[in-house]
Each structure stands twice: as C-alpha cells, then as structure tokens.
Nanobody, 118 residues
Framework: VQLQASGGGLVQSGGSLRLSCAAS????????MGWYRQAPGKQRELVAT???????NYADSVKGRFTISRDNAENTVYLQMSSLKPEDTAVYYC?????????????WGPGTLVTVSS
C-alpha cells in the first residue's frame, strides 16, 4: 500500500490550498483517514481526521478554516485549507488505516510541504 500526497506549495497569508492523498495497492477497505502536520522543531500534530462514514474531527487551531473530505471510491482524502496563516507552515502528512489481507495497518504518506508567507 502506498499513500501519495500532492497539492502543497507556497501561498500568501490568507490564501488557500487543497491537499490530496490517494491510497493505492491491494486495499480491501479503508477506515479512518487523516492529515497531520509537523512544523520545524515541533512534534507532529493532528490536523483533521475523517471516518469511512464521513465523521470529521479537527484540531482547534484549524476549525472553521480547514475542511477534510474523502472519496471512498477513489481511496482519496482531501484537505481544503483556507485563510492560511504563517503558523500553518509545516510538512503535511496523510495517514490511513487500511485493511490488507484481513489485517488492519496504519500507513503514512511521505509528506507535502506547505509554506505560508506573511
């Protein structure tokens, strides 16, 4: 199983970006999917998660600005980021709980850099 994220880049404060993360491989099912981020010198933190049924959870710091969604048919999770702030600058990682050969495992994508300039 591989997770491939895209959509990162450089944006000005107040701008928007949309991240995508597609899972591929011998996938039977995907449960929770999510986005995490790690800023320089800081620990990785949760940004948002979404269950297979569409229940979402957000970090307080992004509520009202970020929206997580998924396309179950395409095994893809999205993160729409609006009103971006310099403190949102980080490497963003996608994560998925995947059923392969009747075993649930957690997979991480390689990360995509988001830089917000002031």
């Amino acid at each position: 199983v591989q997770l491939q994220a895209s959509g990162g880049g450089l944006v000005q404060s107040g701008g928007s970006l949309r991240l995508s993360c597609a899972a591929s491989g011998r996938i039977f099912s995907i449960n929770d999917m999510g986005w995490y981020r790690q800023a320089p010198g800081k620990q990785r933190e949760l940004v948002a998660t979404i269950t297979s049924g569409g229940i979402t959870n957000y970090a307080d710091s992004v509520k009202g600005r970020f929206t997580i969604s998924r396309d179950n048919a395409e095994n893809t999770v999205y993160l729409q980021m609006s009103s971006l702030k310099p403190e949102d600058t980080a490497v963003y990682y996608c994560k998925a709980q995947v059923l392969v050969s009747m075993i649930w495992s957690v997979y991480w994508g390689p990360g995509t850099l988001v830089t917000v300039s002031s």
